[in-house]
């Protein structure tokens, strides 16, 4: 089993910057894909972001594009989540998400392992 913790949320003007954290553990070498998603109230988990666990390459939400960028640091077991020129509309809980099997990496059905969230909030 995989295990992740997020770290790094908060409240930020808008136009900050933010860094998530999520630490990995457990069975690491199960792992292809490693993504952010958020939920913002009333709304649906939507993707964000993901990474290929070996080879690194890397998927955006177009919203984000430009904005977020994530990446794997050296040692492999933490996952960041750089987050510049924050809006309002970025506001929302932040979830790292494992994926082991195969799946569309954009849909949130395809990960079968989760952390508990961070809140981000970015007041308007």
């Known amino acids: 089993q995989v295990h992740l913790a997020e770290s790094g949320g908060g409240l930020v003007q808008a136009g900050g910057s933010l860094r998530l954290s999520c630490a990995v553990s457990g069975r690491t070498a199960d792992i292809n894909w490693i993504a952010w998603f958020r939920q913002g109230p009333g709304r649906e988990r939507d993707f964000v972001a993901a990474?290929?666990?070996?080879?690194?390459?890397?998927v955006y939400k177009g919203s984000v594009k430009g904005r977020f960028t994530i990446s794997r640091d050296s040692a492999g077991d933490t996952v960041y989540l750089q987050m510049n020129n924050l809006k309002p509309e970025d506001t929302a809980v932040y979830y790292c998400?494992?994926?082991?099997?195969?799946?569309?990496?954009?849909?949130?059905?395809?990960?079968?392992?989760w952390g508990q969230g961070t809140q981000v909030t970015v007041p308007s």
């Open positions: 998400a494992a994926r082991t099997a195969v799946g569309e990496v954009t849909r949130a059905g395809s990960y079968d392992s």
């Open positions: 990474i290929g666990w070996s080879a690194g390459n890397t």
